[in-house]
Structures are given as structure tokens and as C-alpha cells.
């Protein structure tokens, strides 16, 4: 079991299975909520439970071509990722109180990372979006 919660602890959340990867995601949209990048934690979106808070969850739509919300406290603001995206969901790691015991696999998005940001690790890059299967 991996807990998470947000800043405030208006939300909380169970994440039940494994994890199929831990990722940094260097898309505009995390860069924004996040800094440079966000490391994300994804799984299959029937193992991750709201277990308090469901009401203070505000979601942003989706950009124009894309597939993710931003979710978020909006009590804190604390981002909590993509709690609710089909078959999966995408949680920021920020928002785990527990260790997931998986280590990062890849950077994606990496079309959109900043000209001035350097990546010096040897994880597999993508351009774009990458799910795990």
C-alpha cells in the first residue's frame, strides 16, 4: 500500500497495486505546476483510492490535443497528478507520504523541456508521451 495526501491533508489517497513506472515528465503542463519537470507515479487507475477529501479534488481540463487534467487541492494547491485518466492514473510523487519502492524509468515529454535544462542520466527518453504497459 502506498499512501499520499496533500499539503493541508484535506486529500488522501490509497494506491493498492504496483506501480507500473515512476517517470519525470517535462510536458509544459508539469513544468508549470511543478518547476522543470514532475515525477509522476502511474498504475492502473483501479488500484488508486480516494480515501478523503474527493470534494476539495479541482481538476483543469486537459490542453487542447491532450489527455491529462491537473488535479489539485483547492484548499493547498498541493498538485496531485492525473488522479482519474481512463485505465490508469498518473499521481504526482510529491503527493506520496509513502515510498512507492520503484525507481525512475524514463523521461518523457522531453520535446518540451526547457533548451536550458540539461538531462545527466542514462533513463530512456521520449519525445513524447509514453505509458507503460
Known amino acids: ?13 490509497e494506491i493498492s497495486g504496483e506501480p507500473s513506472s515512476l517517470s519525470y515528465c517535462h510536458c509544459s503542463r508539469c513544468r508549470k505546476a511543478a518547476g522543470i519537470f514532475s515525477a509522476v507515479l502511474i498504475g492502473n487507475a483501479s488500484d ?3 480515501t478523503q477529501g474527493e470534494a476539495f479534488i479541482q481538476d483543469h481540463p486537459p490542453s487542447a490535443g491532450g489527455k491529462h487534467r491537473r ?3 483547492n484548499q493547498c494547491g498541493t ?9 490508469i492514473y498518473v499521481v ?3 503527493a506520496l507520504d509513502d515510498e512507492p519502492r ?32
Open 1 to 13: 500500500m502506498i499512501r499520499g495526501s496533500c499539503l493541508c491533508g484535506a486529500v488522501k489517497f
Open 48 to 50: 488508486l483510492k480516494v
Open 71 to 73: 488535479c489539485f487541492c
Open 79 to 87: 498538485s496531485l497528478g492525473d488522479l482519474h485518466t481512463g485505465d
Open 92 to 94: 504526482a510523487a510529491s
Open 102 to 133: 520503484i525507481k525512475p524509468a524514463f523521461h518523457m515529454f522531453v520535446g518540451s523541456k526547457p533548451d536550458w535544462y540539461e538531462i545527466n542520466d542514462d533513463l530512456k527518453q521520449f519525445e513524447g508521451d509514453y505509458i507503460p504497459e
